[in-house]
Structure formats: C-alpha cells, structure tokens
C-alpha cells in the first residue's frame, strides 16, 4: 500500500507563493498519475494539477499560469509550486497517487491503488 506524505501548507499574504511537497512510501508503479486535489470548507474536492508517470500535466482552469506541478519519479515525489495566490485558494490541500500495473489498465483506468495524502491548510488572507 502506498502511502503519502505532504508538508509545505501555511498562511500566507495574497499575491505570495507557497510550495507544497509530497513524498510517497511503497511502490509507484511505472503507470501512475500523481496529483494535487483541494477542498475548501462546504465545497467539493476539486482536481488541481495532476502529472502522469510519462510526463503529462493537466490543471484545473482557476490555477493556470499560477501554479506548477512538477514530479520526481526516482523519489517518488510530486510537488506544487504555487505563486500569485488568492484568497479563493484557501483550502486543504491533498496529494494523490493512482497506480496501474500495466498500460492496459491504465487505458481502461482499473487502479491497483488509489492513495491519498492527510491534507495541508494553505490560507491566503486579503
């Protein structure tokens, strides 16, 4: 079982950057997806960036040309950088794993495990 681990979360000015880190213990598949997902307080989670094992990125629209996430895949760690932040970025923020065994269950999105991280605050005061 994978298990991850994030750190990086805290208070910080609007306008100002954070980065957020995440470290994950266990066997990453060579098919993954590795990603950072938010919830702010009455609201759903929401996808915010996610990077394959191969290298692609997808971010949710409201963080574009803010926020980068990047990925290491000898150590097993996503991180995401965060810069211009708002308020409306204020939420827990929490880390994500996928694996698959193999490309077909990949295709078909049948995960061997879907692990996810206990959360950080990220605030942004006005």
């Known amino acids: 079982q994978v298990q991850l681990e994030e750190s990086g979360g805290g208070l910080v000015q609007a306008g100002g950057s954070l980065r957020l880190s995440c470290t994950a213990s266990g066997s990453i598949f060579s098919f993954s997806v590795m990603g950072w997902y938010r919830q702010a307080p009455g609201k759903q989670r929401e996808l915010v960036a996610a990077i394959t094992s191969s290298g692609s990125i997808d971010y949710a629209d409201a963080v574009k040309g803010r926020f980068t996430i990047a990925r290491d895949n000898a150590k097993n760690t996503v991180s995401l950088q965060m810069n211009s932040l708002k308020p409306e970025d204020t939420a827990v923020y929490y880390c994500?794993?996928?694996?698959?065994?193999?490309?077909?269950?990949?295709?078909?999105?049948?995960?061997?495990?879907?692990?996810w991280g206990q959360g950080t605050q990220v605030t942004v005061s006005s």
């Open positions: 994500n794993a996928v694996g698959f065994s193999s490309f077909e269950d990949w295709r078909h999105w049948i995960p061997d495990f879907n692990s």
